[in-house]
């Protein structure tokens, strides 16, 4: 019988992911992992220079560890590119309907790695990674490829910056965003919510929901004291910033007798190290390379967090059995199920999780359920499958 060799496929991140040092870094490595046992030749490309996480020949040692059956193809993006990749956002605000144009203009010459990895891999299916890949991308044919949104980037630009939705400038990414969205094969979305507002705003576009692209792990039983009752981990961005030293700020009395553990580089925010210092129970661990005996050890897990897309330490955090305190917003990005598992931030459901011990187990096992059900998994393997019948989703747009 013979076996049947699934197509190429090339995925496009942003910057060198494998530190895992946020939750869009943690998609990454889950998306990798579950396209190597599904194609035959996974192409994974990247920009060396990336301003936020510039690859080192340590991340490409960490990727070849953790990936041996994909290729890794880095090259620079030269400051032509970059001034393109600023000329097609500008034009994609004036002009969303040319989407499909805009997004084909390239530079020759510019990126030999990019060119050969698509020689290399005919008819290629191509995932990007975040919409603002198909405009750094040098060239893309983008009716063929799917994109994993991560989040809502209008509303992601608009929180950062601390503008209203219907600020001017928020609008016009709206434009841009949905001009482009309108053009791909299909999107994907991280949460229920903006697979709901993608399908109301685009009608004839195949939009999928995978809030996580990887099976639970099976957390062992361990024998830990449980001598923090809650923790927070997080990367340092402004949701993770802004959400932590409020919640800081309005349980201050609450962490006279409760202990907060505080993980990530969340930790190098100075404003958040001023304000922890005043609470009594709050103390900064910093980057933890391997957090399981830190999960192992806490009671319970806060995520008092806004923003858009799914929070992934909620779900890392109810892979670990731990009952999580969240933000409207991150209870409702979550799939149908999560009410036994997920609570709202309330000092007294708090208080009775860090003292009584039953209740706690009942909450614990709630959240292993909950982690291992088939709803966090979504639309997963459709997402595979179309990308498995996509022909030449990889192949780069001819110049315009």
């Not at 809650?230 to 700020?249: E, H, M, T, W």
């Not at 201050?252 to 404003?271: H, P, R, Y």
């Not at 614990?364 to 499958?385: F, K, T």
Request: aromatic share 8%.
């Amino acid at each position: 019988m013979c076996e049947e060799v699934l197509p190429n496929l090339l995925i496009y991140v942003t910057g060198d992911f494998t530190r895992g040092k946020s939750g869009s870094h943690i998609r990454f490595g889950q998306m990798i992992e579950l396209a190597i046992t599904r194609f035959h030749n996974v192409i994974v490309y990247s920009y060396r220079s990336n301003a936020q996480d510039p690859w080192t020949k340590e991340g490409e040692y960490r990727f070849r560890l953790r990936f041996p059956a994909a290729k890794l193809v880095l090259e620079d993006q030269t400051p032509a590119l970059k001034l393109l990749v600023r000329i097609k956002n500008f034009a994609l605000m004036l002009a969303p309907g040319r989407a499909k144009s805009i997004l084909g203009w390239r530079l020759p010459g510019q990126t030999p790695g990019y060119d050969k990895a698509i020689a290399s891999a005919p008819q290629a299916a191509l995932l990007v990674n975040f919409i603002d890949g198909l405009t750094e991308l040098n060239g893309v044919d983008v009716a063929d490829v799917l994109v994993d949104t991560h989040d809502c980037k209008f509303i992601r630009y608009a929180k950062y910056r601390g503008l209203k939705l219907f600020a001017c400038k928020s609008l016009a990414r709206l434009r841009s965003e949905i001009g482009v969205l309108d053009r791909v094969k299909a999107i994907i979305a991280i949460s229920a919510v903006e697979a709901g507002f993608f399908r109301a705003v685009l009608s004839d576009r195949t939009v999928l929901l995978v809030p996580v692209y990887s099976d639970a792990p099976k957390v062992a039983t361990r024998d830990i004291k449980k001598d923090v009752d809650l923790l927070f981990v997080g990367s340092n961005n402004p949701y993770n910033r802004n959400g932590l030293k409020a919640f800081l700020r309005d349980h201050a009395a609450l962490l006279e007798d409760v202990t907060l553990d505080i993980a990530g580089s969340v930790c190098e925010d100075d404003e958040l190290v001023a304000i922890a210092g005043c609470c009594r129970g709050a103390r900064l661990l910093g980057w933890v390379d391997d957090l399981t005996s830190v999960y192992a050890r806490a009671k319970a897990v806060i995520a008092p967090v806004d923003g858009s897309g799914l929070n992934i330490k909620v779900v890392e955090a109810l892979e670990h059995g731990k009952p999580v305190f969240a933000s409207a917003h991150a209870r409702d990005s979550l799939p149908a199920g999560c009410d036994h598992c997920v609570l709202p931030i309330d000092e007294r459901l708090i208080r009775r999780v860090v003292a009584d011990q039953a209740w706690r187990h009942d909450l614990e096992q709630a959240a292993l359920s909950y982690s291992c059900g088939p709803w966090l998994r979504g639309d997963r393997d459709h997402v595979m499958e179309l990308l498995a019948n996509t022909p030449a989703g990889g192949g780069s747009a001819s110049s315009s």
